[in-house]
């Protein structure tokens, strides 16, 4: 085998990145170890299996459980997790990745590369659509030997390395879960990885605690003794247990927006906004297009122009993101800033909606829809009514409903919807986590996928190109071309590029150490006064 000298930098060069963040972060102060995390969790996810339930709360606590063979650095650059190194042959096609020795799952028994085999080749391909389309171009995935990994593609993929964070492919144990069926395997209950924490104890509604893993494979990791996730429903409560100091960290939609600038203000707290570079989390309204007149593009681009981007951020967000101007987050891969969303204009919305036939009765109703609210804290709720009054302009009726996440999530699964919010993470190229929901073959009864049943053929055409093409500039020029079609007929009405802080306690050393931030596995994270 042919290695190339990327291949060779990227066994060689990137062990280092996570200490020296890691040195720069704890500011000299030596790790000590004992003490327990408190934090908290919202909202309370179905379950821990990460492949079997990918939503937020789930992918924020279960990543300190599962792991994978990468993480990455805020530039994207892989690091090594449970591959220590890893070589690309000259065309392309073949990976072979050097597993850490030694490592074991949380009842004792060893990992080795069947493992890593069957958790690419069977969990995940299984479970989720996103892992499924990239790792249908593999060729062999094999287990060389207990600790070498050898993956050959049918043809090269450019963006093949993002694929191995554990919110992408965590790794599960092949004996507990092979011959089984994996949504319903009883351990998805007490779920067993090789992270630093092992799972303890789930009083619903309560708490999660999660406990060190004696075991685990890097020495003397990691210093905590324990995490606890609290779950607290109200977010006034959330907020007033980081003040006083009953928890200690809060991250993603812990903390509301509104709540920011006064926690900021507060001399014992952090507020960091780092961390969120590989998920690139993008909101938008999500359309049904099989509900009456949200099939055709003239009413969904009235929509998506019916709605003041700038209010959402500066009055419900508070500045903490960006207006989303497309499909494609401005810190993804292949953004284009050339090409954007028609801009807020309520007068043309109505007379696009004029020109599309949808005429108002005599209460100047030209539509009633109903509208599906994220339950994943107020913020939402009150994003859900803004767009309720935007659409009011254009007269648009909005009815509310509500549910619980897990209702949430199987009534989007299920298409029982017709609008409602959601939000993405694009893992750090558009083939990766923007694709998924635009091209004709995911259009599937499964969350996150293409749930609103757009189909247009060149979209495919141009995702495909994109997804096959070798070099980056080729990429860029399907991506740039895709989102000019997109940007036209808004299939989805992106929102928001959500910034989510991530606030604790300044005794909390090591929080933010990679481009993945809350979803590692918090092995270097210490307690010093």
Not at 76 to 97: H, N, Q
Not at 209 to 230: H, S, V
């Amino acid at each position: 085998m042919n290695i190339t000298r990327r291949g060779l930098m990227a066994a060689a060069s990137t062990a280092p990145l996570l200490m020296r963040a890691s040195d720069a972060l704890a500011q000299g102060i030596t790790p000590r170890r004992g003490g327990i995390l408190t934090t908290v969790l919202n909202p309370e996810p179905p379950v821990l299996q990460m492949g079997v339930n990918n939503q937020g709360p789930t992918l924020v606590a279960a990543s300190k459980i599962f792991e994978s063979l990468l993480t990455y650095s805020p530039t994207l650059e892989p690091i090594p997790m449970l591959a220590k190194s890893w070589t690309i042959s000259e065309d392309g096609r073949e990976y072979v990745f050097k597993l850490q020795e030694n490592v074991k799952f949380h009842d004792g028994q060893p990992m080795t590369a069947d493992d890593v085999v069957f958790s690419i080749m069977k969990f995940h391909m299984e479970l989720a659509p996103r892992a499924r389309t990239v790792f249908q171009n593999i060729d062999v995935c094999e287990a060389a030997d207990p600790h070498t990994l050898r993956i050959t593609l049918k043809k090269p993929f450019q963006p093949f390395l993002l694929m191995f964070d554990a919110t992408a492919c965590c790794i599960v144990p092949k004996h507990i879960f092979d011959g089984t069926d994996f949504r319903t395997n009883p351990v998805n209950a007490r779920p067993i990885g090789t992270g630093p924490f092992k799972f303890t104890e789930w009083q619903r509604g309560n708490f999660i605690r999660l406990d060190r893993f004696d075991g685990y494979w890097k020495p003397n990791r990691p210093y905590l003794d324990a995490i606890i996730y609290r779950i607290v429903p109200d977010s006034q409560s959330r907020r007033l247990a980081l003040e006083t100091g009953q928890v200690l960290l809060t991250q993603a939609n812990d903390i509301e927006p509104f709540d920011v600038p006064q926690l900021r203000a507060r001399p014992n707290l952090t507020v960091e906004t780092k961390g969120w570079e590989y998920m690139s989390p993008l909101s938008w309204m999500e359309i049904n297009h099989r509900v009456g007149p949200l099939g055709d593009p003239r009413v969904r681009k009235a929509m998506s122009m019916a709605i003041d981007r700038n209010f959402i951020v500066n009055r419900l967000w508070f500045g903490v993101g960006k207006a989303a101007t497309g499909p494609i987050s401005s810190t993804t891969r292949f953004y284009d800033p050339n090409v954007k969303l028609a801009p807020f204009d309520v007068r043309a919305a109505n007379q696009l909606l004029d020109a599309a036939g949808l005429k108002p009765n005599a209460q100047g109703v030209r539509a009633t829809l109903k509208h599906l609210m994220l339950p994943y804290g107020e913020i939402w709720t009150r994003l859900s009514e803004y767009l309720r009054q935007s659409m009011r302009q254009i007269g648009i009726q909005l009815e509310m409903e509500s549910t619980d996440a897990g209702g949430w999530s199987r009534r989007i699964g299920a298409w029982e919807y017709e609008t409602s919010i959601n939000f993405l993470y694009q893992l750090g190229d558009p083939t990766l986590g923007v694709e998924r929901s635009y091209v004709s073959n995911n259009i599937q009864k499964v969350t996150f996928t293409n749930t609103g049943g757009y189909a247009n053929p060149k979209v495919d055409e141009l995702f495909f190109a994109a997804r096959d093409a070798a070099d980056a500039p080729t990429r860029q020029r399907h991506f740039t071309e895709v989102t000019k079609i997109l940007v036209e007929e808004v299939p989805q009405i992106w929102l928001m590029e959500l910034t989510f802080p991530t606030i604790y306690d300044k005794k909390l050393h090591n929080v933010i150490t990679t481009g993945t931030g809350v979803h590692t596995g918090f092995d270097d994270m210490f307690l010093a006064s």
